[in-house]
C-alpha cells in the first residue's frame, strides 16, 4: 500500500494568515492526488482533486500543486471557517491511502 | 444535489453482524462506482470497499476481506455493506462516499453524513 505522509500534524494560524500543508507519498503518485476538509462530526469534503482542480464551490483561495510525491495545499487567506482538519488522498493505485490528517486551529 | 443517506448503524457484539445501507439521490447512481469509507473515533480515514457502477467488480481492504461485502441495488439507488465477524477493531463511523466515474477510481466527490458502528460486549 501507498503510505501518504502529512506535515504538520497541526498548526496554529489567525484569520488572514497563508497556511501551506505538505503531503508526501511513499511512491510516486504521479497526479493522483486529492485534498479534503473535515470539520468535527461531519462528513469530508473534496477541496480539490487532480493535484489542483478546485472542486465546484470550493473558494478560490484554495489551491494545490506538486506532482510525483510531493504535494502541497496551500489557503491564501485563512477564514474562520477554514478551520479544520485537512487530509490528503492518493488514487493512484488500490487501495486508496489518507494522510493521516493536519490540523488547523485558531491561534 | 447529491445526497446520501447512511443507516443500519448501531451497538453489536463481538463476533456479530450488522448491515448498513446507503440511500442515494439527485445523481444517477447507475453511473458511478461507490464506497464506504471509515473514521474510527480520533483518527483518520481508512477505505473499506468499493464497487463498479455495473456493480460487477468489488475490492475490499485486506482488513475487512472476507468478513464484509458491498453489494447495490440500482433499482432503490441504494448501496449496501454487509458486516460479519465484526471485532472491537471494526468500531467506526462508517461513511458511504460516490465516486467520479463508473468505473471504481478512489476519487471521492461526495461523502455521507456516517453511521456509527459500535463493537462491544
Not at chain 1, 491564501?76 to 479544520?84: M, N, V, Y
Not at chain 2, 458486516?83 to 463511523?93: G, I, K, M
Request: charged fraction near 15%; glycine fraction near 10%; include cysteine.
Amino acid at each position: 500500500d501507498i503510505q501518504m505522509t502529512q506535515s504538520p500534524s497541526s498548526l496554529s494560524a489567525s484569520v488572514g494568515d497563508r497556511i501551506t500543508i505538505t503531503c508526501r507519498a511513499s511512491q510516486s503518485i504521479t497526479a493522483y492526488l486529492n485534498w479534503y476538509q473535515q470539520k468535527p462530526g461531519k462528513a469530508p469534503k473534496l477541496l480539490i482533486y487532480g493535484v489542483s482542480s478546485l472542486q465546484s464551490g470550493v473558494p478560490p483561495r484554495f489551491s494545490g500543486s506538486g506532482s510525483g510525491t510531493d504535494f502541497t495545499l496551500t489557503v491564501s487567506s485563512l477564514q474562520p471557517e477554514d478551520f479544520a482538519t485537512y487530509y490528503c488522498q492518493q488514487s493512484y493505485s488500490s487501495p486508496p491511502t489518507f494522510g493521516q490528517g493536519t490540523r488547523v486551529e485558531i491561534k | 444535489e447529491v445526497q446520501l443517506l447512511e443507516s443500519g448503524g448501531g451497538l453489536v457484539q463481538p463476533g456479530g453482524s450488522l448491515r448498513l445501507s446507503c440511500a442515494a439521490s439527485g445523481f444517477t447512481f447507475s453511473r458511478h462506482a461507490m464506497s464506504w469509507v471509515r473514521q474510527a473515533p480520533g483518527k483518520g480515514l481508512e477505505w473499506v470497499s468499493a464497487i463498479s457502477g455495473s456493480g460487477s467488480s468489488t475490492y475490499y481492504a485486506d482488513s475487512v476481506k472476507g468478513r464484509f461485502t458491498i453489494s447495490r441495488d440500482d433499482s432503490k439507488n441504494t448501496l449496501s455493506l454487509q458486516l460479519d465477524s465484526l471485532r472491537a477493531e471494526d468500531t467506526a463511523v462508517y461513511y458511504c462516499a460516490k465516486e467520479f466515474s463508473l468505473g471504481v477510481s478512489g476519487d471521492f466527490d461526495c461523502w455521507g453524513q456516517g453511521a456509527p458502528v459500535t463493537v462491544s460486549s
